[in-house]
């Protein structure tokens, strides 16, 4: 079994930073790309930012200059160091890991639970 544990959400003023921490457990055997997503009230889940194992980092328009992805392979965990924060941020965040469990076993997807951001305008 595999968990996607994350924390680091809250409530924040617009312009203020808060960072995500999301870290898997159980059987691994190795993690591909690790990522966040987020999904706002009667929105669909969007990508917010990923990060391969080699530490290369891809993100969304809406993000990109403000959020900083990165991660640490020894403690299986990935980070979201989110700045200047706005009011359309205010969402779900879900960590995202791509996991293989064996040596024989293919990569599968893992979601964490969600952790809340809300930012007061």
């Known amino acids: 079994q595999v968990q996607l544990v994350e924390s680091g959400g809250g409530l924040v003023q617009a312009g203020g930073s808060l960072r995500l921490s999301c870290a898997a457990s159980?059987?691994?055997?190795?993690?591909?790309?690790m990522g966040w997503y987020r999904q706002a009230p009667g929105e669909q889940r969007e990508f917010v930012a990923q990060i391969t194992s080699g530490g290369s980092t891809n993100y969304a328009d809406s993000v990109k200059g403000r959020f900083t992805i990165s991660r640490d392979n020894a403690k299986n965990t990935v980070y979201l160091q989110m700045n200047s924060l706005k009011s359309e941020d205010t969402a779900v965040y879900y960590c995202n890991a791509v996991i293989r469990t064996g040596v024989t076993v293919p990569f599968q997807y893992y979601w964490g639970q969600g952790t809340q951001v809300t930012v007061s305008s």
């Open positions: 159980g059987t691994i055997f190795s993690i591909n790309a």
